[in-house]
């Protein structure tokens, strides 16, 4: 399936686009840890089982629910995959790319459902859901 048709799927099946309630649904364990400079969030997993570590610097902003989209991204299109997401976006691997489409595609999703209306500019995803800068 591809990420323009899963993402909708994965929003309408869960009931909601918040990347922290699908996690809590796929019994994903989320938890906040010193991850070192300029990388602001780590899917590992442990005994098969996913865990994404996000850094505490992003806990009370919003660029939390982009990165945690991102590593709900490896989750879901790359299974199995230990990845971590950097402050720096832009690498050309396919699967960080993949993971930021994802990321992208859900919080647009999640500012409909809060907003009613799709984001006028890019700007109101930048500072409202974390998106990074172009």
């Known amino acids: 399936m591809a990420i323009n ?9 869960y009931g909601t686009a ?8 796929l019994n994903i364990d989320v938890r906040w840890r010193d991850l070192g400079p300029g990388i602001m969030g780590k899917t590992v997993y442990v005994f ?3 865990t994404v570590l996000l850094n505490p610097q992003v806990k ?9 989209a ?5 989750v879901i299109l790359h ?15 396919k699967a960080e790319y993949e ?4 990321a992208e595609k859900l919080l647009v999703l999640l ?19 974390g998106f990074p800068e172009l």
Not at 18 to 25: K, L, M, N, R
Not at 60 to 68: G, H, K, N, S
């Open 5 to 13: 048709d899963m993402v909708p799927f994965i929003a309408h099946r």
């Open 18 to 25: 918040d990347p922290f309630t699908i996690a809590e649904q």
């Open 48 to 50: 098969g089982q996913p």
């Open 60 to 68: 009370d902003t919003p660029e939390r629910l982009f990165v945690m």
């Open 70 to 74: 991102h590593e709900l991204g490896h």
């Open 79 to 93: 299974e199995g995959l230990a990845s971590y997401y950097r402050l720096a976006r832009g690498g050309n691997d």
């Open 99 to 102: 993971a930021d489409c994802f």
């Open 111 to 129: 500012y409909v459902e809060e907003n009613r209306e799709l984001p006028a500019t890019y700007d109101d995803v930048v500072h409202g859901y």
